[in-house]
């Protein structure tokens, strides 16, 4: 990437920034914290590897981690190519999971299993889509069943690999019936895209789509005609969701600049790749629009990267969230590899990192990439954040843009040998449908402060939870749309 060199003012308001928020990185976690992780699918074999039963263990035993680590939303990969971790009807099984694009045997259906997996250890499953992308490699082959051999002339070749032409628009009615197509048979939570729109330029080959733009440019600037098709994707896709499911988060995680200041003067203080210009990728206009729910900027660098610094980035992002959540995207291994910045002592930047994104006001929590650096416990960051930054659970946001009302509260606690069971309205399809429970427990009746996350001791989509601990608990209830019901009656438990 193109990054410039940090001037002196910068490296001093880093340190003043640094030494701010020494203290709060020391403070309690939030109530209320987005805690993702990316699980891909593009190029893991593992998956191929293994058995349907295997599989089933991995992918549990990857949740079991995941959740041990404080993570609550999962991010699964279910068409790294335009071919499916789902059964589809419209396209091909991934060749990632199977050979040839055939149905697993015996038959599973991955998304349908961890989104079931996901729910019952109480977190949230968004389906991670790639819009544009056929092939990553020029050796890769298009499998049986494949739209691209019907219609070839939708799809373009750049750098040995095969896209969608986003500038027709029979290519985003079909992936809108795609997106569709999933949110209206899976229980899932969101529907997420990362930061491959365009493909990123390759130096000295221009993006071959030279006939749509003749057939449909009508006079624009190429550049502008661009990022109008990558618009029209997005504001379709979301009209398109909302009308099948209102509570089904739209989120995309763009590569981490907008835009460099010297491209424009509401650019960020960087020098590197920009979405706006390579990706076509206007993701603040988005924000503004609401066309999107959140965005994950991917802030992969250093806390000082001279050209694409983290400290900027995150000060920029948070200046700039507009009406819409902002979560950062963390590089795991960078993360963990790098050393803080002086003073600190740290072996690791994951303390300051968490620091910065709760210190900014518009920043409700960070993603990590990948999911499985995560679970094999890279640099410690797993046993660092279960036991420090992530040691009290949390809930995800709440989205008031989508829900504004208050859910039913639970009633009818009692305990029943060992667990604690409680009653609620039965979901009936709808945004405001109790269909989450939050478990606090105290250890009098004198205040039952629900703002302390430290008394939280389960999310659960279920009615019962196990209890072995004496206290008072109560029990509220998440809508679709995470908002949070009054509480239920108290019941001590002795």
């Not at 930061?195 to 990123?200: G, Q, S």
Request: charged share 25%; glycine share 6%.
């Amino acid at each position: 990437m193109h990054i410039m060199i940090m001037n002196t003012i910068h490296r001093i308001f880093v340190m003043a920034m640094l030494m701010a928020i020494g203290c709060f990185a020391q403070a309690s976690s939030p109530k209320r914290e987005f805690r993702g992780a990316w699980m891909h699918t593009v190029f893991q074999d593992q998956y191929k590897k293994q058995s349907t039963q295997q599989n089933k263990r991995y992918i549990c035993s990857q949740l079991d981690l995941l959740k041990k680590a404080g993570i609550n939303v999962v991010f699964f990969q279910i068409r790294p190519q335009s071919d499916a971790f789902y059964k589809s009807p419209f396209e091909p099984w991934s060749i990632f999971l199977t050979d040839g694009g055939k149905a697993p045997e015996p038959f599973w259906d991955p998304l349908s299993f961890i989104t079931e997996q996901a729910h019952q250890r109480g977190m949230e499953l968004h389906a991670w889509i790639n819009p544009y992308r056929v092939t990553s490699g020029a050796k890769q082959q298009v499998p049986p069943g494949h739209i691209y051999h019907k219609h070839p002339e939708r799809f373009v070749k750049y750098d040995g690999k095969i896209y969608f032409d986003p500038g027709l628009p029979e290519n985003r009615t079909y992936i809108e019936k795609i997106v569709a197509d999933v949110v209206t048979r899976y229980d899932i939570d969101g529907i997420h895209f990362d930061d491959y729109f365009y493909p990123y330029p390759v130096k000295n080959l221009p993006f071959p789509d030279s006939k749509s733009y003749a057939r449909y440019g009508k006079g624009q600037k190429r550049d502008d005609w661009r990022r109008d098709n990558v618009n029209k994707l997005i504001q379709s896709l979301n009209a398109k969701i909302k009308s099948i499911k209102p509570w089904v988060r739209f989120g995309v995680s763009p590569f981490g600049i907008w835009r460099n200041k010297k491209s424009d003067k509401r650019g960020s203080d960087t020098n590197g790749l920009e979405n706006y210009d390579a990706l076509y990728a206007d993701v603040l206009l988005w924000a503004e629009k609401g066309w999107v729910d959140y965005l994950i900027p991917q802030l992969y660098w250093e806390l000082e990267h001279p050209r694409a610094s983290y400290s900027v980035l995150i000060d920029w992002w948070n200046n700039n969230a507009g009406q819409r959540h902002v979560y950062i995207g963390q590089h795991t291994e960078v993360t963990m590899k790098k050393n803080d910045l002086k003073p600190s002592a740290e072996a690791s930047q994951l303390k300051t990192k968490i620091a910065m994104s709760r210190k900014a006001e518009a920043v409700q929590g960070n993603c990590w990439w990948p999911a499985y650096s995560v679970t094999k416990n890279f640099g410690g960051i797993a046993d660092s954040l279960a036991s420090i930054h992530h040691a009290e659970m949390a809930l995800p946001p709440e989205y008031p843009w989508i829900s504004s009302s208050t859910p039913e509260a639970p009633f009818d606690l009692h305990k029943d040998h060992n667990e604690l069971w409680w009653s609620a309205p039965a979901p009936e399809g709808k945004t405001d449908d109790c269909i989450k429970f939050v478990i606090y427990r105290f250890d009098d009746d004198s205040t039952f402060d629900l703002d302390d996350p430290s008394k939280i001791v389960g999310i659960t989509y279920e009615n019962h939870i196990p209890v072995s601990t004496q206290g008072y608990y109560v029990v509220t209830s998440l809508d679709r749309a995470n908002s949070e019901s009054f509480p239920s009656e108290p019941l001590m438990i002795k």
